[in-house]
């Protein structure tokens, strides 16, 4: 957390924060079940087009900072380049819009709508699954907000099905990634701010 200005005892540690730019993030965490899941994590990061967006990669996870449609873009791309026939893999992730505690600092470059990945992707088209969690912050009227998101998932036919706490969906790789960008598209300009956590897994051995 950067330090915006100066503070008192009655401050919130982000206190004088506060981002003037239209920005995403994503903080995410990618688990490969594999021996080789060093090689995997960092073969699949080595290979996204970062070029329109701010990334850091920590011990504990990655950040990447840009366009909502951009921060997606090379969301989707890590995953597809961590796939492998009969492998298990994860991604935790948590999705912010609208962050009091973000700052206008670590900038993507010049701010354009182009996505540079997804041209590389087209034809992936594997099953996954995934659950998710909606969180419009700061509006009491939340629920038909997190309603409108579930039947945004009915449209795209990705079957839909409430579960404790969250929401799981099934459906190809890249309809999926798409559907949670669209989640946080649509509460956009609605909601000062969101934040949308979610899993995606490829490959699970359980049986439902």
């Known amino acids: 957390m950067p330090d915006c200005g ?22 995410f965490s990618l688990y490969p079940l594999d021996r080789s899941y060093e090689e995997i994590i960092l073969g699949a990061l080595s290979k996204v087009d970062l070029s329109k967006i701010w990334s850091q990669t920590e011990a504990l996870s990655t950040v990447y900072r840009g366009r909502l449609s951009q921060v997606f873009d090379c969301l989707s791309a890590v995953f597809v380049y961590s796939f492998r026939e009969n492998l298990h ?22 701010l354009d ?12 088209d594997f099953l996954v ?10 509006r009491p009227d939340y629920l038909p907000i997190i309603a409108q998101a579930f ?10 099905k409430i579960i404790h ?13 798409d559907y949670l960008k669209e989640v946080l598209a649509i509460t956009q300009g609605k909601v000062n701010h969101q934040a949308l ?12």
């Open 197 to 208: 956590h979610f899993t995606v897994s490829v490959n699970s051995p359980t049986v439902e």
């Open 165 to 177: 706490y969250a929401t799981k969906i099934d459906g190809p790789v890249l309809k999926v990634f």
């Open 151 to 160: 039947h945004l998932a009915e449209k795209a036919d990705l079957k839909p």
């Open 89 to 110: 893999v994860c991604l935790e992730a948590q999705a912010i819009l609208g962050c009091p505690g973000d700052d206008d600092t670590d900038q993507p470059p010049p």
């Open 129 to 138: 699954k995934a659950k998710l969690a909606l969180y419009p912050l700061g």
């Open 113 to 124: 709508d182009l996505t540079v990945n997804r041209k590389d992707l087209e034809g992936q």
């Open 6 to 27: 100066p503070k008192s005892h009655h401050d919130y540690p982000w206190t004088g924060c506060g981002s003037n730019k239209d920005l995403a993030g994503c903080r």
